[in-house]
C-alpha cells in the first residue's frame, strides 16, 4: 500500500533541504540529457527521411559516394533506387521500399514529438520544483545569517 505524502518544506533543516536539491538538480540534468538525446534521435530521422527524397529523384547506376565510416568514404554507384535498408536497432537491419521507409521515419519522426512533448511537461514541473526548493532554502539560509548576525551584537 503506497500513500501518499506530502511534507512541508519550509519545516525541513537547511542540510535536508540541500540534500533535496542536490538530488532535483541530478533528476533535472538526467531529464535535459534525455531531451537532448530524444533531439538528436529526431534530427537523424529527419536526415534519414531527407536522404529518401534525394534517392527518389536519383538514377540507377548514378556514382556516388559510400560511407565507410564516418570520415571514411569510397565511390560506389547506384544499384537500386527503389529499396533501402533501414537500421531497426541493436545492428538489425530491415529492407523496405522508399515509400514503406518514409511511413518508418514519419512514424518514428511523430513517436519522438510526443516522447519530447511528453518530457518537456516533466521538466517543466522538475524546474518549477526546484525553484521552489532554492527559495526556501535561501529564505532559512538569510534567516540563520541574520540570527548569527544578531546574537553577535
Known amino acids: 500500500m503506497s500513500q501518499e505524502q506530502s511534507i512541508n518544506i519550509a519545516q525541513l533543516p537547511v542540510p535536508e533541504l540541500k540534500k533535496i536539491l542536490d538530488q532535483m538538480n541530478q533528476e533535472f540534468e538526467l531529464l535535459s540529457n534525455s531531451m537532448q538525446s530524444l533531439k538528436s534521435l529526431q534530427g537523424q530521422y529527419g536526415g534519414s527521411k531527407s536522404c529518401l527524397g534525394t534517392l527518389k ?7 556516388i559516394l559510400v560511407p565507410l ?3 571514411l568514404y569510397v565511390p560506389g554507384f547506384l544499384n537500386d533506387t527503389e529499396n533501402v535498408l533501414i537500421d531497426i536497432g541493436t545492428g538489425y537491419y530491415v529492407e523496405k521500399s522508399v515509400p ?12 519522438l514529438k510526443q516522447q519530447l512533448e511528453s518530457l518537456q511537461g516533466v521538466l517543466q ?8 526548493v532554492t527559495e526556501v532554502l535561501h529564505a532559512k539560509m538569510m534567516q540563520a545569517q541574520q540570527q548569527q548576525q544578531q546574537s553577535r551584537a
Open 100 to 111: 514503406e521507409a518514409d511511413e518508418f521515419f514519419n512514424r518514428k519522426m511523430d513517436y
Open 125 to 132: 514541473q522538475k524546474f518549477q520544483a526546484k525553484q521552489m
Open 69 to 71: 565510416s564516418s570520415s
Open 57 to 63: 529523384s536519383s538514377e540507377k547506376g548514378k556514382e
